[in-house]
Structure formats: C-alpha cells, structure tokens
C-alpha cells in the first residue's frame, strides 16, 4: 500500500504575516498618537500664542451721554486701553476680565465697569460713571462724598452740602434714599447738618424738613410722602425726628 504524504504545515508563513499584522497595528497606534499630540499642540498655539485671539477691538458701553460721562478721565481710560490691545497683550483665553475691571474702575469718575469677551478677540466693556449729587464748596461730589470736579452752570442746579465731617457719611446714607423719590429730591436746594442729630434738608418751594439723625429712614420717608400730600396751613417745616409723630411748624 503506497505511503501518503503529510500537508505542510505553513507555520513561518502565518507567523510572518501576524508579525507583519502587528507590526502595522503598533504603527498606526503610534501614528494617531503622534498625530494627536501634534493636534494637540496646534490648538493650544492658536488659542494661546496666535495672532487671531489676540485682543484687537474693544467696545465701550455706557458712556454715550456726554452730560453722565463728563467726569470720567478719558486720557487714562484711553490708555488703559491701549495696554489691553497692544502687542504684548495676552491671547482672549487668558485676559483677565476681572483684572481689567479692577484697572478700569480705578479710573476718576468710574463707578463701576464689566468686562465680557466676545471671540475672536473682542472686548465688551460696560462702564457706570459716578454721578454727582450735591455741591460741596464749588465742586460736585457722588453719594460716597468723593469730589468728581468743579461745579459748572451748564452741569444744572445741585444741593449745597454744607454739612460737618462727623456727619458726613450719615447724610450721603440719607441722600442715596432721598434720590429714589424723584418728586421730592428735585427741588432740594440745601443739604445742612452741623452734627448727626440735626440733619435737615430745604427746597426751592422753602419748604425744611428736619430729619435730626439717620435712625429709620425708611419711616421717615414714609411719614414725608404722607405729610407732603397734607395741608400744612402755611407751616414750612415738617420735623421727622420722632417718625411716627411728624410735626409741621413755622
């Protein structure tokens, strides 16, 4: 009987070509990896380092009224600005918005500013201007008594402030609730303490009325608005000192 012949196993052939397999899947791993890292590194130069995000414009919000804005220090707001756009400046990623508020609200005349980004290399920027509320020794002062500058007829008509140091931050407090109630405010003419117990405020109409010292305000204000819509038979001062008792007198 003839002898048969055993099948070749072809084991180098196989085990070359699963070499080969392997080898092209670390290959390519490696070249996603590579591929990856180089990604990577191309969006964090662009966002960080490329001209593109650099800050070129900056939009100023809030300024439009020329009568509101006229204390505001220009000069300096221009050049803090122009620090914020300049070469050196840092990539939109970066910029500290709460840094550049910081700078702008140290400006004269600011009262308050925001600062938002708007990408690609965009700022917003919205400022709040200090207002002035009375008239301290020919020049305008806010509701934290700081002065913005000198009084001028063309600014209109403002209280004089003819109040002591030791005073001085009990009226502000009662101005800044004053200046909410419009139909009185208007007409006041005069701002007067010689200590904290003896604050009083006068209008155009003549009329005084004698808040005495800044303890509950907010029911004296009350008793004002009622006692204004009353006949006061000719009186021309209302005293608030004891709120919930006003007395109209001559």
Not at 28 to 37: A, D, E, F, N, S
Not at 206 to 231: C, H, P, R, Y
């Amino acid at each position: 009987m003839p002898k048969t012949e055993a099948p070749k196993l072809q084991v180098d052939q196989r085990l070359l070509e699963r070499q080969r397999a392997v080898r092209r899947q670390l290959f390519l791993q490696i070249l996603k990896r590579v591929l990856l890292c180089f990604s990577v590194a191309f969006v964090v130069w662009a966002l960080l380092f490329s001209p593109m995000f650099k800050v070129k414009e900056i939009q100023l919000l809030g300024l439009e009224d020329a009568q509101k804005s006229v204390f505001i220090d220009f000069q300096t707001l221009n050049h803090v600005f122009g620090d914020a756009k300049s070469d050196s400046a840092v990539s939109l990623v970066l910029f500290d918005t709460d840094n550049f508020a910081r700078q702008l609200q140290q400006i004269h005349g600011v009262k308050k500013a925001q600062v938002a980004k708007e990408w690609p290399h965009k700022l917003i920027v919205m400022i709040d201007p200090k207002t002035p509320i009375a008239k301290a020794n020919g020049n305008l002062i806010d509701e934290n008594g700081d002065i913005l500058g000198a009084w001028q007829e063309s600014l209109g008509a403002f209280p004089e402030f003819e109040v002591s140091e030791d005073a001085k931050t009990d009226v502000l407090a009662l101005l800044k609730m004053i200046v909410k109630h419009p139909a009185f405010s208007q007409g006041l003419t005069k701002i007067s303490a010689t200590g904290r117990d003896s604050i009083a405020v006068q209008r155009a109409d003549g009329l005084i009325v004698v808040f005495g010292n800044t303890n509950d305000l907010t029911l004296k204000l009350e008793s004002l608005q009622i006692a204004l819509t009353q006949d006061l038979q000719g009186k021309r001062i209302i005293d608030l000192s004891a709120p919930r008792d006003p007395v109209a007198k001559q």
